[in-house]
């Protein structure tokens, strides 16, 4: 399983124990990659964090790598209303973690691209989303106000396309793969951060 692994320590003994977090993504041409790996340095920010930046192409023959980490961000673009053929074979392949429920109760959330603003990437949510519930995973949206509400410029804005099902960005078609205003890269952090969160706050209170 090839990865790219990330870690931040503690910067405290007493801190709470590592969380182990997968961004598993598919990318055709860089854009959804890109976004994963801002997601990852969001969700790296937090302490006791450890992130692996994960190809959706190279765990297919893998899938049992996924019971390794406690929370999976999944990640695609958007084709025709839906998910990579790349990333449904990936999906596919779990099959057998869904028979034995190996990956009930882990932290889960999605992220998509597409070249235009709406591009039906709902429906793509939607599908991660529902994938995650046939394995009995914690399904996390995206709990980020869209700050063009607070006067922030559009382009600038966290969340400036209003999704909460999970994160969603934009990127034009045939741009360059960093090719992302900055709103769209804020938002990738802050999606990350809060993921990585949620996973450490969802383990402190299982313990207490």
Same mark, same amino acid.
């Given at each position: 399983?090839?990865?790219?692994?990330?870690?931040?320590?503690?910067?405290?003994?007493?801190?709470?124990?590592?969380?182990?977090?997968?961004?598993?993504?598919?990318?055709?041409?860089?854009?959804?990659?890109?976004?994963?790996?801002?997601?990852?340095?969001?969700?790296?920010?937090? $302490?006791?964090?450890? %992130?692996?930046? /994960?190809? =959706?192409? !190279?765990?297919?023959?893998?899938?049992?790598? #996924?019971?390794? &980490?406690?929370?999976?961000?999944?990640?695609?673009?958007?084709?025709?209303?839906?998910?990579?053929?790349?990333?449904?074979?990936?999906?596919?392949?779990?099959?057998?973690?869904?028979?034995?429920?190996?990956?009930?109760?882990?932290?889960? $959330?999605?992220?998509? %691209?597409?070249? /235009?603003? =709406?591009? !039906?990437?709902?429906?793509?949510?939607?599908? #991660?989303?529902? &994938?995650?519930?046939?394995?009995?995973?914690?399904?996390?949206?995206?709990?980020?106000?869209?700050?063009?509400?607070?006067?922030?410029?559009?382009?600038?804005?966290?969340?400036?396309?209003?999704?909460?099902?999970?994160?969603?960005?934009? $990127?034009?078609?045939?741009?360059?793969?960093?090719?992302?205003?900055?709103?769209?890269?804020?938002?990738?952090?802050?999606?990350?951060?809060?993921?990585?969160?949620?996973?450490?706050?969802?383990?402190?209170?299982?313990?207490?």
């Amino acid at each position: 399983m090839k990865s790219q692994s990330l870690t931040k320590k503690s910067n405290s003994p007493g801190d709470s124990k590592m969380k182990k977090l997968a961004v598993i993504y598919h990318s055709a041409h860089g854009h959804t990659e890109h976004i994963a790996q801002h997601i990852a340095e969001g969700a790296l920010s937090v $302490a006791d964090t450890q %992130v692996h930046l /994960l190809k =959706a192409e !190279d765990l297919i023959s893998q899938p049992h790598h #996924l019971v390794e &980490f406690d929370g999976v961000l999944l990640g695609s673009p958007t084709y025709f209303g839906g998910v990579t053929g790349t990333f449904k074979n990936f999906m596919d392949s779990t099959g057998g973690l869904w028979r034995t429920q190996q990956l009930k109760g882990k932290l889960a $959330a999605g992220f998509t %691209v597409s070249s /235009l603003p =709406a591009g !039906d990437k709902q429906t793509t949510l939607i599908a #991660l989303f529902t &994938f995650c519930m046939q394995h009995g995973m914690l399904w996390l949206g995206n709990p980020i106000l869209p700050e063009q509400h607070q006067g922030v410029p559009y382009d600038e804005a966290a969340n400036r396309l209003g999704s909460w099902s999970g994160l969603m960005a934009q $990127a034009s078609h045939a741009s360059a793969a960093d090719a992302f205003v900055v709103g769209d890269i804020k938002t990738a952090r802050m999606f990350g951060r809060s993921f990585a969160q949620t996973a450490h706050r969802i383990s402190n209170e299982t313990q207490n």
